[in-house]
């Protein structure tokens, strides 16, 4: 249940909010020698104020690679060259965008919910199979449901928080 968490905060910061973070761009693959590497492993992405990132090939030849990745990725940004540091504004985000986003936001959260969900269904699954072969009483097993219920309910409610937090920050001009 906690990957599950940690799964969902991760897809949450790959969310465009407005700012600049360099989490933003940690999913842009660059082709480097023929393979697809993360733009972290060919460049150090740094922030230069709120709503600018700074990329900074290692190698010289690497910059203009790095430029188109983060141009053809699916972020709609549009880096800009200069000289060895490649600048990548954060343009503003209409209402429209926002709702849209706000919408992807509630399916990565619904998603972390069904897994959470399914864990606590083959925890289930698994008492009621120890409760057969006689494993345990069933006492135990009563309890132990209960505590996997409190458990799923505690990651649901965190869920919930993570997702509430994501869209005051989507919603926040």
Do not use: F
Request: glycine share 6%.
């Amino acid at each position: 249940m906690q990957r599950s968490l940690e799964t969902l905060r991760a897809d949450l910061a790959k969310v465009r909010t407005g700012r600049a973070h360099i989490g933003l761009l940690d999913h842009v693959q660059v082709e480097y020698y023929g393979s697809l590497v993360p733009i972290n492993t060919v460049a150090n992405v740094t922030v230069l104020d709120a709503r600018t990132l700074g990329v900074q090939a290692w190698e010289k030849g690497m910059a203009a690679k790095v430029e188109k990745a983060i141009r053809d990725s699916d972020l709609g940004l549009n880096p800009a060259a200069q000289g060895d540091l490649i600048r990548v504004p954060m343009p503003a985000l209409t209402e429209e965008r926002r709702r849209d986003l706000i919408k992807v936001v509630k399916g990565e959260g619904e998603g972390a919910k069904v897994a959470v969900r399914n864990l606590r269904r083959d925890a289930i699954a698994t008492l009621k199979e120890m409760l057969k072969n006689k494993e345990c009483s069933e006492d135990e097993e009563h309890r132990a449901q209960d505590e996997i219920q409190k458990l799923t309910d505690r990651y649901v409610a965190e869920i919930d928080r993570q997702l509430s937090h994501k869209e005051t920050d989507l919603m926040a001009i």
